[in-house]
């Protein structure tokens, strides 16, 4: 089932004294299959970033559109963005975004307490979630307390424990060592492998092979997308290099 659709999508910042006009995104059209896990790669600035705040419904786009089970993002009234992100997104980030006063049961907890959910509803949706991850014995630490690759996975809990539509990860082991990188990414097949949605931005061409399919985007377009088929990790791996090196070349995939 196709769950996410992007289409003819262009988004245009004028300067802040009106000046000249830059194309973040141009004419950007893909779908996302239910179950799927993309990555997204370019260059720095070529418009990733842009992309993935459009479809976290953070910005709006110049035109096209964005359908999230055939629901438009940009009909969404501005006073129930919030809750349609909390219900139907679950977010990654490179920094983990943790509330460091707040233990990381709380900080996963934070999202189901703005949804208005009970104590018991809430302990009954983080302890799957928790043992999965494998934080069941860190929930009462600090996130100071604990090393970057666990703060990762606390915050991978925070974004699965409401039960997302789709999982966006903004360069998910960006702050990790290279044994909690591979970590995360070994997590994120099995959280994919379970039926989870992942949409995931990487400069990472590691954390991209773990994907089942990868668009690169140059000058706000996608330029090219892979799939990995039967390709073995280290087949993939080349093919993105490959793919990469003709993106910084300026040539045709």
Partial sequence: MRLLEVKNLKKVYKTRFGGNAVEALRNVSFSVEEGEYVAIMGESGSGKTTLLNILAALDKPTSGTVLLEGKDLSGIKETRLAEFRRDHLGFVFQEFNLLDTFTLEDNIYLPLVLAGKSYREMNEA????????????????????????????????????????????????????????????????????????????????????????????????????????????????????????????????
Avoid: C, W
């Fill in 126 to 253: 983080l302890a799957p979630v928790a043992e999965k991850l494998g934080i069941t014995e860190l929930l009462k630490k600090y996130p100071y307390e604990v090393s970057g690759g666990q703060k990762q996975r606390a915050a991978v809990a925070r974004a699965l424990v409401t039960g997302p539509r789709i999982i966006l990860a903004d360069e998910p082991t960006g702050a990790l060592d290279s044994k909690s990188s591979d970590e995360l990414l070994s997590l994120f097949r099995r959280i994919n492998a379970s039926g989870q949605t992942v949409l995931m931005v990487t400069h990472s061409v590691k954390a991209a092979s773990t994907a089942s399919r990868v668009l690169f985007i140059r000058d706000g377009e996608v330029f090219h997308q892979l799939y990995k088929g039967e390709n073995t990790a280290e087949q993939f791996y080349q093919k993105i290099s490959d793919t990469l090196t003709l993106l910084a070349q300026g040539g045709e995939a």
